[in-house]
């Protein structure tokens, strides 16, 4: 039998991680070879050049990613990044394991991501507004209610989705809410979207300290990054009565053993845009907050963060990741033979934001909408549910959670896809 000839086209150390990943886990399961190229690699990927009329009338060309990672499970879904160091590796590697989520999740829906290489900050209101509506234009073709529902990510927000829904909705000549989803509730966005993956991050730590007989009052907790998903995480758990003990964004971190006024934090953050001169505690390093003794500490950041050398200091009981990819390969074999954290990987861990999305698609495509009392229900009935397969995979095959929760979500993809067979 030929192996197939892999394209270096998302060849980046983010893409290398997610592969590795997908083999070690299709090597436990013994996915049979015939299926495992197709299950890995993904589906189909669109470039676009995006001209942009700057205020003072010039013109810049961003270039922009969609990556479809899988089709066979349902339309493609996943969150739009706008970034400066975005790469189509990263986006790709992102769309795996988006894949892997939502399967895990038993959504109906394949993996995607999208991205923009460009650092919002610099950008003008008019012009981000700009930006979003050419990224929209261009990928019109290639995403729709039944085709690929992007979100928002990392740099991206409801705004930018509402613009995105309304570029949209004008390429068909019609109102068509459902082709993206964390929009404006006026724009038929969900009640619960906005906080959804953070609360669904505190959920869980809540759920697993729980199973750990550590009250979540009085837990300490360290987040590195505190935009949308470490923001909200952050207020949720101080409302389970937790203490948050540190906070950081990319201009610094703020540590106060004696807890941090998380609504004072984010007030000031509001007004200012980040946390520097934050008065709430002493400023230290993103690389101190993740040595600092604790409960628990969310990395609710960027990709690839805890490196072999940092999860050989590490001082928390739990690593809830609320980032994704955010502990390199190499530092996950460094937690496994440590064997005293316990990892809440990913592809579960911030599940909530594509749950809720799917809650607020379904709401879209049916025009009945829920109130945000029922849309955090469902989703804690989720999240429970997928909580509970991945420990009885781990317990039943003496895996760790993340390969657990890797062979689960990897196992239902390529069921559908031998199921459905090979399209000539």
Same mark, same amino acid.
């Not at 689960?408 to 067979?421: F, H, M, N, P, T």
């Given at each position: 039998?030929?192996?197939?000839?892999?394209?270096?086209?998302?060849?980046?150390?983010?893409?290398?991680?997610?592969? &590795?990943?997908?083999?070690?886990?299709?090597?436990?399961?013994?996915?049979?070879?015939?299926?495992?190229?197709?299950?890995?690699?993904? &589906? &189909?990927?669109?470039?676009?050049?995006?001209?942009?009329?700057?205020?003072?009338?010039?013109?810049?060309?961003?270039?922009?990613?969609?990556?479809?990672?899988?089709?066979?499970?349902?339309?493609?879904?996943?969150?739009? #990044?706008?970034?400066?160091? +975005?790469?189509?590796?990263?986006?790709?590697?992102?769309?795996?394991?988006?894949?892997?989520?939502?399967?895990?999740?038993?959504?109906?829906?394949?993996?995607?991501?999208?991205?923009?290489?460009?650092?919002?900050?610099?950008?003008?209101?008019?012009?981000?507004?700009?930006?979003?509506? &050419?990224?929209?234009?261009?990928?019109?073709?290639?995403?729709?209610?039944?085709?690929?529902?992007? *979100?928002?990510?990392?740099? =991206?927000?409801?705004?930018?989705?509402?613009?995105?829904?309304?570029?949209?909705? !004008?390429?068909?000549?019609?109102?068509?809410?459902?082709?993206? =989803?964390?929009?404006?509730?006026?724009?038929?966005?969900?009640?619960? #979207? #906005?906080?959804? %993956?953070? *609360?669904?991050?505190?959920?869980?730590?809540?759920?697993?300290?729980?199973?750990? !007989?550590?009250?979540?009052?009085?837990?300490?907790?360290?987040?590195?990054?505190?935009? !949308?998903?470490?923001?909200?995480?952050?207020? /949720?758990? $101080?409302?389970?009565?937790?203490?948050?003990?540190?906070?950081?964004?990319?201009? %610094?971190?703020?540590?106060?053993?004696?807890?941090?006024?998380?609504?004072?934090?984010?007030?000031?953050?509001?007004?200012?845009?980040?946390?520097?001169?934050?008065?709430?505690?002493?400023?230290?390093?993103?690389?101190?907050?993740?040595?600092?003794?604790? =409960? +628990?500490?969310?990395? /609710? /950041?960027?990709?690839?963060?805890?490196?072999?050398?940092?999860?050989?200091?590490?001082?928390?009981?739990?690593?809830?990741?609320?980032? !994704?990819?955010? =502990?390199?390969?190499?530092?996950? @074999?460094?937690?496994?033979?440590?064997?005293?954290?316990?990892?809440?990987?990913?592809?579960?861990?911030? /599940?909530?934001?594509?749950?809720?999305?799917y809650f607020e698609w379904l709401q879209n495509l049916q025009n009945f909408y829920w109130d945000r009392d029922e849309v955090l229900q469902k989703l804690f009935v989720i999240l429970d549910r997928a909580k509970s397969s991945v420990e009885y995979q781990? #317990? @039943?095959?003496?895996?760790?959670?993340?390969? $657990?929760?890797?062979?689960?979500?990897?196992?239902?993809?390529?069921?559908?896809?031998?199921?459905?067979?090979?399209?000539?």
């Open positions: 039998m030929s192996k197939a000839i892999v394209s270096s086209l998302y060849d980046s150390d983010v893409f290398k991680m997610a592969c &590795r990943q997908f083999d070690q886990a299709a090597d436990a399961i013994s996915l049979p070879e015939e299926i495992r190229d197709r299950t890995k690699y993904p &589906r &189909r990927c669109l470039a676009v050049a995006l001209p942009i009329k700057r205020d003072d009338g010039t013109v810049t060309v961003f270039e922009g990613y969609r990556v479809q990672h899988n089709l066979s499970t349902g339309p493609a879904k996943g969150g739009i #990044r706008f970034h400066q160091d +975005v790469t189509i590796g990263e986006v790709a590697a992102l769309s795996m394991w988006m894949s892997w989520k939502c399967s895990l999740a038993g959504l109906p829906y394949g993996g995607a991501k999208g991205g923009v290489i460009v650092d919002p900050r610099q950008l003008s209101e008019s012009e981000l507004e700009r930006l979003s509506r &050419r990224y929209m234009q261009e990928i019109a073709p290639f995403i729709g209610p039944h085709v690929d529902v992007p *979100a928002p990510d990392v740099g =991206t927000n409801e705004k930018i989705m509402g613009w995105m829904m309304d570029t949209y909705s !004008n390429h068909l000549g019609r109102n068509e809410p459902a082709c993206v =989803t964390g929009k404006p509730i006026s724009l038929g966005g969900s009640q619960g #979207r #906005r906080e959804a %993956t953070g *609360a669904g991050v505190a959920y869980l730590v809540k759920r697993y300290l729980e199973d750990l !007989n550590i009250p979540v009052a009085g837990a300490t907790v360290a987040i590195q990054g505190f935009g !949308n998903v470490g923001g909200e995480t952050a207020l /949720a758990l $101080a409302g389970y009565g937790a203490k948050i003990i540190a906070i950081s964004d990319y201009t %610094t971190g703020i540590h106060n053993a004696r807890g941090i006024d998380v609504k004072k934090a984010l007030a000031f953050l509001q007004s200012q845009k980040v946390l520097r001169d934050f008065d709430g505690g002493e400023a230290i390093t993103n690389e101190q907050l993740l040595g600092l003794d604790c =409960t +628990v500490l969310v990395p /609710a /950041a960027l990709e690839r963060v805890i490196t072999a050398e940092i999860a050989a200091g590490l001082r928390c009981r739990v690593l809830a990741e609320a980032a !994704n990819g955010p =502990t390199t390969f190499s530092a996950d @074999k460094i937690l496994e033979q440590r064997g005293d954290i316990e990892v809440i990987p990913d592809v579960l861990c911030n /599940a909530g934001g594509v749950i809720v999305s781990k #317990r @039943k095959f003496k895996f760790s959670r993340r390969l $657990a929760a890797l062979t689960l979500g990897i196992q239902r993809v390529a069921e559908a896809k031998q199921s459905r067979g090979l399209f000539p």
